[in-house]
């Protein structure tokens, strides 16, 4: 299928079938809009330019750049686990207002992992991850940082397990940067492939939701620690991730004032939660999507400057990246990566921990459920409903199976709201792909 849209007075084609876009003419865009996707008036664009504009598209079509065949590719699906994301710590040190996982709690007890549950996670991974030679793990809260001494613990021993098995272990962890002292900022160095702090923006955009136990801000607490971390990080892989809520959907300025905060990596996710004042409705998504081309056009205007810095939303690749079957293949929650929370219960991913209806299994043995896999493993992007009428299908690959399912009751009926959303980067990320290639 092909979609013609505008971004930054710039006019575009995109055809899903070859992955190639083209820079076009607004008449161009208007016709191919009205007599491809339906957008428009057809009886607005004369006959004979029609017909110019059907001729110049023609040599496209016949080299497979336009209207290519999509293609079908069957879905990468194993029975090899590849990744847990360990829940150290059911407890936090903040009491963000938005956050999913019940300020830590995950709607029950506050408790940490022993470290004999993490290290029977990790043979739990080695166990099932069958001939895979790589293996991934997140240390996870809560606030993993109130459990640093396990989280060293359980290196060790995946360090261990590396020279007797031959695996190779990335791990991650998420951190809300409290307790990031120099201890800490020298293993996470030493010993994490990624790294990822949460910083909302501005001080007043932070302080209204990521605020301590006695109800206090965290900004001040935490702005220097991460200034501090990204200073020793080196080449080494890092992200700094805020969440923008129905409170701050001016949320470019928080991503502005981030990258002049000196990270050069950030992330800015839209919150997820039925949390009334704080949700993002239907009503918000014009200035959202108005939003992202504002930021797209600092974005440009900083990497023009040579003070370009990643955001995790404008990056897209036609050319190269994951393949296709892995697109297709959708999220790997609950077949190839699962959660596991303190007391060692293994659930499909991080967003389902807590929810019984979808305990799968635990560390300590039993295996898995099978009935809960199969419906992981069962789902693509060719069974999330309505993906086969959307442009951005293979770079979305249909979305996140938790909010499907918690907004919508089913993982295959992708969340409206996030997929308008995400729409609106995957062009401002091709704008900025097309801009970057073009010298301007």
């Known amino acids: 299928m092909v979609h013609a849209f505008t971004c930054l007075g710039k006019n575009y084609i995109f055809d899903s079938g070859s992955g190639s876009l083209h820079e076009c003419d607004e008449t161009t865009r208007k016709y191919v809009a009205a007599k491809y996707e339906n957008c428009g008036d057809l009886s607005e664009i004369p006959p004979e330019k029609q017909a110019e504009i059907e001729g110049e598209l023609e040599p496209l079509r016949r080299s497979g750049l336009l209207f290519a065949a999509e293609p079908a590719a069957a879905p990468i699906k194993t029975d090899e686990v590849k990744a847990l994301c360990l829940h150290i710590c059911h407890d936090c040190n903040l009491r963000c207002r938005y956050c999913f996982a019940d300020e830590g709690a995950y709607h029950s007890a506050r408790e940490f992992m022993s470290p004999e549950t993490a290290i029977k996670a990790i043979d739990f991974l080695i166990e099932k991850s069958g001939k895979r030679k790589v293996l991934e793990v997140d240390f996870f809260g809560g606030e993993p940082l109130m459990c640093l001494e396990t989280i060293k613990k359980t290196v060790a021993y995946a360090r261990k397990r590396e020279k007797e098995t031959g695996k190779k272990f990335l791990f991650t962890t998420t951190t809300n940067a409290l307790l990031l002292d120099d201890d800490a900022i020298d293993f996470f160095n030493r010993e994490m492939e990624n790294v990822v702090l949460s910083l ?58 981030l990258a002049e905060s000196g990270f050069d990596s950030i992330s800015m996710e839209p919150v997820v939660t039925d949390i009334d004042d704080l949700a993002i409705k239907e009503e918000h998504l014009g200035e959202i999507c108005s939003g992202y081309e504002t930021l797209l056009s600092q974005y440009l205007d900083k990497y023009d400057r040579g003070e370009g810095f990643n955001f995790f939303h404008f990056n897209v690749d036609l050319e190269g990246g994951v393949c296709l079957q892995k697109k297709v293949s959708a999220c790997g929650a609950g077949n190839e990566y699962f959660s596991v929370v303190p007391n060692g219960d ?95």
């Open 200 to 257: 909302d923006g501005r001080k007043e955009v932070h302080d209204a939701i990521r605020k301590t136990v006695n109800g206090k801000g965290s900004f001040d607490l935490v702005i220097d620690k991460i200034k501090k971390f990204v200073r020793s990080r080196g080449d080494k892989s890092y992200y700094v991730r805020g969440t923008f809520t129905a409170k701050n959907l001016d949320f470019y300025k928080d991503v502005i004032f």
């Open 346 to 440: 293994i659930y499909p991913c991080h967003q389902f921990a807590g929810d019984k209806k979808f305990l799968m299994g635990s560390v300590y043995g039993g295996g898995l459920d099978g009935g809960i896999r199969s419906v992981f493993s069962g789902s693509s992007l060719f069974t999330r409903k309505g993906c086969e009428k959307c442009f951005a299908k293979f770079i979305c690959s249909g979305g996140c199976a938790a909010n499907n399912y918690h907004f919508c009751g089913d993982v295959n009926i992708p969340y409206a709201i996030t997929c308008e959303m995400m729409k609106k980067r995957v062009e401002c990320g091709m704008h900025a792909l097309a801009h970057k290639k073009n010298g301007g």
